[in-house]
T-cell receptor
Protein backbone atom coordinates (compact mmCIF):
# COMPACT_ATOMS: atom_id res chain seq x y z
CA UNK A 1 0.00 0.00 0.00
CA UNK A 2 1.42 3.35 -1.01
CA UNK A 3 1.92 5.91 1.72
CA UNK A 4 1.13 9.59 1.79
CA UNK A 5 2.80 11.35 -1.12
CA UNK A 6 3.94 14.95 -0.97
CA UNK A 7 5.61 17.19 -3.49
CA UNK A 8 7.86 18.95 -3.89
CA UNK A 9 10.21 17.56 -1.25
CA UNK A 10 12.25 20.74 -1.16
CA UNK A 11 11.49 24.29 -2.20
CA UNK A 12 13.61 27.42 -2.06
CA UNK A 13 11.96 30.73 -2.87
CA UNK A 14 12.49 34.41 -2.28
CA UNK A 15 10.29 36.25 0.16
CA UNK A 16 7.05 37.66 -1.25
CA UNK A 17 6.89 34.88 -3.83
CA UNK A 18 3.99 32.39 -3.87
CA UNK A 19 4.50 28.69 -3.19
CA UNK A 20 2.25 25.63 -3.25
CA UNK A 21 2.53 22.17 -1.74
CA UNK A 22 0.68 19.09 -2.88
CA UNK A 23 -0.48 16.02 -0.94
CA UNK A 24 -1.91 12.73 -2.15
CA UNK A 25 -3.40 10.70 0.71
CA UNK A 26 -3.42 6.99 1.31
CA UNK A 27 -6.22 5.48 -0.75
CA UNK A 28 -9.50 5.53 1.15
CA UNK A 29 -8.34 7.94 3.84
CA UNK A 30 -11.03 10.58 4.18
CA UNK A 31 -9.36 12.73 6.84
CA UNK A 32 -6.42 14.86 5.82
CA UNK A 33 -4.29 17.19 7.91
CA UNK A 34 -1.69 19.81 7.13
CA UNK A 35 0.88 20.43 9.85
CA UNK A 36 3.71 22.91 10.16
CA UNK A 37 6.91 21.81 11.87
CA UNK A 38 9.60 24.28 12.83
CA UNK A 39 13.10 23.12 13.68
CA UNK A 40 13.23 21.62 17.16
CA UNK A 41 9.47 21.72 17.56
CA UNK A 42 6.63 19.24 17.23
CA UNK A 43 4.17 19.47 14.34
CA UNK A 44 1.43 22.09 14.71
CA UNK A 45 -1.94 21.61 13.05
CA UNK A 46 -2.84 24.09 10.33
CA UNK A 47 -6.02 22.61 8.88
CA UNK A 48 -8.07 19.41 8.91
CA UNK A 49 -10.27 18.10 6.11
CA UNK A 50 -13.05 15.55 6.28
CA UNK A 51 -13.42 14.58 2.62
CA UNK A 52 -13.58 17.92 0.79
CA UNK A 53 -14.75 19.96 3.79
CA UNK A 54 -12.34 21.98 5.90
CA UNK A 55 -13.69 21.24 9.39
CA UNK A 56 -10.93 22.91 11.41
CA UNK A 57 -8.88 25.77 9.98
CA UNK A 58 -8.65 27.86 13.12
CA UNK A 59 -4.82 27.71 13.14
CA UNK A 60 -4.40 28.58 9.46
CA UNK A 61 -3.09 32.15 8.94
CA UNK A 62 -5.75 33.08 6.44
CA UNK A 63 -4.17 36.35 5.36
CA UNK A 64 -1.51 34.48 3.42
CA UNK A 65 -2.29 30.77 3.63
CA UNK A 66 -4.99 28.92 1.75
CA UNK A 67 -5.80 25.28 1.22
CA UNK A 68 -8.14 23.19 -0.84
CA UNK A 69 -9.08 19.57 -1.25
CA UNK A 70 -11.03 19.22 -4.43
CA UNK A 71 -13.04 16.00 -4.76
CA UNK A 72 -11.92 14.97 -1.30
CA UNK A 73 -8.69 13.32 -2.42
CA UNK A 74 -5.60 15.40 -3.22
CA UNK A 75 -4.95 18.60 -1.33
CA UNK A 76 -2.89 21.71 -1.93
CA UNK A 77 -1.60 24.22 0.58
CA UNK A 78 -0.60 27.64 -0.73
CA UNK A 79 1.30 30.56 0.75
CA UNK A 80 1.09 33.94 -0.93
CA UNK A 81 3.17 35.93 -0.31
CA UNK A 82 5.77 33.90 1.56
CA UNK A 83 7.66 35.47 4.46
CA UNK A 84 11.02 34.57 5.97
CA UNK A 85 9.28 33.08 9.01
CA UNK A 86 7.45 30.57 6.83
CA UNK A 87 10.64 28.54 6.42
CA UNK A 88 9.73 25.17 7.93
CA UNK A 89 8.65 21.65 7.06
CA UNK A 90 5.06 21.27 5.90
CA UNK A 91 3.69 17.84 6.70
CA UNK A 92 0.58 16.20 5.32
CA UNK A 93 -1.03 13.38 7.28
CA UNK A 94 -4.06 11.25 6.55
CA UNK A 95 -6.33 8.96 8.53
CA UNK A 96 -8.98 6.44 7.61
CA UNK A 97 -11.64 5.44 10.10
CA UNK A 98 -10.29 5.07 13.61
CA UNK A 99 -6.79 4.40 12.48
CA UNK A 100 -4.10 6.78 13.52
CA UNK A 101 -2.48 9.38 11.37
CA UNK A 102 0.17 8.54 8.82
CA UNK A 103 2.54 11.26 7.79
CA UNK A 104 3.98 12.01 4.39
CA UNK A 105 7.68 12.83 3.92
CA UNK A 106 7.03 16.57 4.14
CA UNK A 107 8.03 19.56 2.06
CA UNK A 108 11.00 21.52 3.32
CA UNK A 109 10.53 25.19 2.53
CA UNK A 110 13.29 27.77 2.69
CA UNK A 111 12.35 31.40 2.16
CA UNK A 112 15.28 33.71 1.39
CA UNK B 1 -4.53 26.15 25.66
CA UNK B 2 -3.66 22.49 25.37
CA UNK B 3 -0.03 21.78 26.09
CA UNK B 4 2.18 18.72 25.90
CA UNK B 5 5.49 18.98 27.70
CA UNK B 6 8.62 16.94 27.06
CA UNK B 7 12.22 17.34 28.10
CA UNK B 8 14.03 18.25 24.88
CA UNK B 9 17.21 16.45 25.92
CA UNK B 10 19.46 15.22 24.54
CA UNK B 11 18.98 12.05 26.56
CA UNK B 12 22.06 9.84 26.28
CA UNK B 13 21.70 6.13 27.06
CA UNK B 14 24.27 3.32 26.69
CA UNK B 15 23.53 0.60 24.17
CA UNK B 16 21.59 -2.24 25.77
CA UNK B 17 20.20 -0.11 28.59
CA UNK B 18 16.61 1.04 29.12
CA UNK B 19 15.69 4.46 27.73
CA UNK B 20 12.91 6.24 29.60
CA UNK B 21 11.05 9.10 27.91
CA UNK B 22 8.47 11.19 29.72
CA UNK B 23 5.59 13.44 28.73
CA UNK B 24 2.98 15.46 30.62
CA UNK B 25 -0.16 17.02 29.20
CA UNK B 26 -2.43 19.81 30.37
CA UNK B 27 -5.84 18.81 28.95
CA UNK B 28 -7.41 16.47 31.49
CA UNK B 29 -9.99 15.50 28.85
CA UNK B 30 -7.34 13.87 26.64
CA UNK B 31 -8.23 10.30 25.78
CA UNK B 32 -5.76 9.07 23.18
CA UNK B 33 -1.99 9.12 23.52
CA UNK B 34 0.71 8.40 20.99
CA UNK B 35 4.43 8.15 20.68
CA UNK B 36 6.00 9.00 17.34
CA UNK B 37 9.63 8.51 16.37
CA UNK B 38 11.23 11.02 14.04
CA UNK B 39 14.65 10.53 12.51
CA UNK B 40 16.52 13.63 11.46
CA UNK B 41 15.14 14.96 8.18
CA UNK B 42 12.30 12.43 8.14
CA UNK B 43 8.61 12.55 8.97
CA UNK B 44 7.10 11.25 12.24
CA UNK B 45 6.41 7.53 12.43
CA UNK B 46 3.92 6.04 14.89
CA UNK B 47 5.46 3.51 17.26
CA UNK B 48 2.95 3.22 20.13
CA UNK B 49 -0.60 4.20 21.02
CA UNK B 50 -2.25 3.88 24.43
CA UNK B 51 -5.77 4.67 25.56
CA UNK B 52 -6.21 3.30 29.11
CA UNK B 53 -4.27 3.57 32.34
CA UNK B 54 -1.46 1.12 32.82
CA UNK B 55 1.18 -0.41 30.60
CA UNK B 56 1.09 -1.48 26.97
CA UNK B 57 3.95 -3.52 25.58
CA UNK B 58 4.99 -3.99 21.96
CA UNK B 59 8.31 -5.68 21.43
CA UNK B 60 11.04 -3.62 23.05
CA UNK B 61 8.66 -0.70 23.62
CA UNK B 62 6.39 -0.15 26.62
CA UNK B 63 4.03 2.80 26.90
CA UNK B 64 2.74 3.78 30.33
CA UNK B 65 -0.27 6.01 31.00
CA UNK B 66 -1.44 7.61 34.22
CA UNK B 67 -4.42 9.86 33.53
CA UNK B 68 -4.72 11.00 37.16
CA UNK B 69 -1.20 12.39 36.99
CA UNK B 70 -1.60 13.42 33.31
CA UNK B 71 1.57 11.55 32.53
CA UNK B 72 2.67 9.33 29.66
CA UNK B 73 5.96 7.56 29.31
CA UNK B 74 7.78 5.37 26.82
CA UNK B 75 10.34 2.77 27.81
CA UNK B 76 12.71 1.30 25.25
CA UNK B 77 14.41 -1.88 26.42
CA UNK B 78 17.72 -3.15 25.05
CA UNK B 79 18.35 0.20 23.38
CA UNK B 80 20.04 0.05 19.99
CA UNK B 81 21.93 2.76 18.10
CA UNK B 82 19.10 2.67 15.55
CA UNK B 83 16.77 3.94 18.30
CA UNK B 84 18.61 7.27 18.23
CA UNK B 85 15.97 9.76 17.11
CA UNK B 86 13.57 12.39 18.39
CA UNK B 87 10.53 10.95 20.16
CA UNK B 88 7.34 12.99 19.97
CA UNK B 89 4.50 12.60 22.44
CA UNK B 90 1.04 13.44 21.05
CA UNK B 91 -2.41 13.56 22.62
CA UNK B 92 -5.97 13.86 21.37
CA UNK B 93 -9.26 14.50 23.15
CA UNK B 94 -11.10 11.73 21.30
CA UNK B 95 -10.94 8.09 22.35
CA UNK B 96 -9.44 5.61 19.91
CA UNK B 97 -8.76 8.41 17.49
CA UNK B 98 -5.51 9.50 15.93
CA UNK B 99 -6.96 12.88 15.17
CA UNK B 100 -10.32 14.12 16.27
CA UNK B 101 -11.77 17.57 16.36
CA UNK B 102 -8.47 19.33 16.77
CA UNK B 103 -5.96 16.93 15.32
CA UNK B 104 -3.07 15.84 17.45
CA UNK B 105 -1.31 18.12 19.93
CA UNK B 106 2.40 17.34 19.91
CA UNK B 107 5.16 18.02 22.37
CA UNK B 108 8.47 19.41 21.17
CA UNK B 109 10.07 15.99 21.34
CA UNK B 110 12.96 14.41 23.25
CA UNK B 111 16.18 13.83 21.37
CA UNK B 112 17.47 10.37 22.30
CA UNK B 113 21.05 9.27 21.68
CA UNK B 114 22.03 5.63 22.13
CA UNK B 115 25.77 5.38 22.72
CA UNK B 116 27.44 2.26 21.23
Amino acid sequence: EAGVVQSPRYKIIEKKQPVAFWCNPISGHNTLYWYLQNLGQGPELLIRYENEEAVDDSQLPKDRFSAERLKGVDSTLKIQPAELGDSAVYLCATKGGIETQYFGPGTRLLVL
Amino acid sequence: QKEVEQNSGPLSVPEGAIASLNCTYSDRGSQSFFWYRQYSGKSPELIMSIYSNGDKEDGRFTAQLNKASQYVSLLIRDSQPSDSATYLCAVNPDLYSGGGADGLTFGKGTHLIIQP
